[in-house]
């Protein structure tokens, strides 16, 4: 059974940091990956989507990378702003039709 | 930018009153999905629902939840006498190819 773990639960940086986010996957036969954000009691806001063949995707100040082998993600933010604070969920697609299997997130506070 | 839509996007209910919650799927999708999520807790998948049918459910869906999708447009969540342990954010989302698209959330709140 597919378990999805991210670390840290939360997190606080000042503004302007470089940040990581970790996501690790117990099978490593994904189909795809995929990183969204939360604000509070808010829907999901898919950020970044990697194809089990990638090795990584950018949009603007982000950037995921996916080693499916060791059954690791990361999710880089740059020049983090106060605007980024909000959980960031993790994500994992099985098979094309399949359903979606989140981690818990990790919620992230960028101090002014 | 087409999208997912969910309405309402609050409800309050009494426990063991029925419920149905509603979402408009992308038109031109052809998989679609209910998920909730409890506070504080994961995103969890409820169901999938494909060519007017169940393609897989979790365990959480038992026989007092059911989907429909009634008209070729909507497609609802029906949980016919709820509990207290329902309350949670309720996701429809609606698939394109490899991506998910998730709507804004019903809140659900049983009392």
């Known amino acids: 059974k597919q378990e999805v773990t991210q670390i840290p639960a939360a997190l606080s940086v000042p503004e302007g940091e470089n940040l990581v986010l970790n996501c690790s996957f117990t099978?490593?036969?994904?189909?795809?990956l995929q990183w969204f954000r939360q604000d509070p009691g808010k829907g999901l806001t898919s950020l970044l989507l990697?194809?089990?063949?990638?090795r990584e995707q950018t949009s603007g100040r982000l950037n995921a990378s996916l080693d499916k082998s060791s059954g690791r993600s990361t999710l880089y933010i740059a020049a983090s702003q106060p605007g980024d604070s909000a959980t960031y969920l993790c994500?994992?697609?099985?098979?094309?039709?399949?359903?979606?299997?989140f981690g818990k997130g990790t919620r992230l506070h960028i101090l002014p | 930018e087409p999208e997912v839509t969910q309405t309402p996007s609050h409800q309050v209910t009494q426990m063991g009153q029925e419920v149905i919650l509603r979402c408009v799927p992308i038109s031109n999708h052809l998989y679609f999905y209910w998920y909730r999520q409890i506070l504080g807790q994961k995103v969890e998948f409820l169901v999938s629902?494909?060519?007017?049918?169940?393609?897989?459910k979790s365990e959480i869906f038992d026989d007092q939840f059911s989907v429909e999708r009634p008209d070729g447009s909507n497609f609802t969540l029906k949980i016919r006498s709820t509990k207290l342990e329902d309350s949670a954010m309720y996701f429809c989302a609606s698939r394109f190819r490899e991506t998910q698209y998730f709507g804004p959330g019903t809140r659900l709140l049983v009392l």
């Open positions: 994500a994992v697609d099985m098979n094309r039709d399949d359903k979606i299997i």
């Open positions: 990697i194809q089990s063949s990638q």
């Open positions: 629902f494909y060519n007017n049918e169940i393609s897989e």
């Open positions: 099978d490593s036969a994904i189909y795809n």
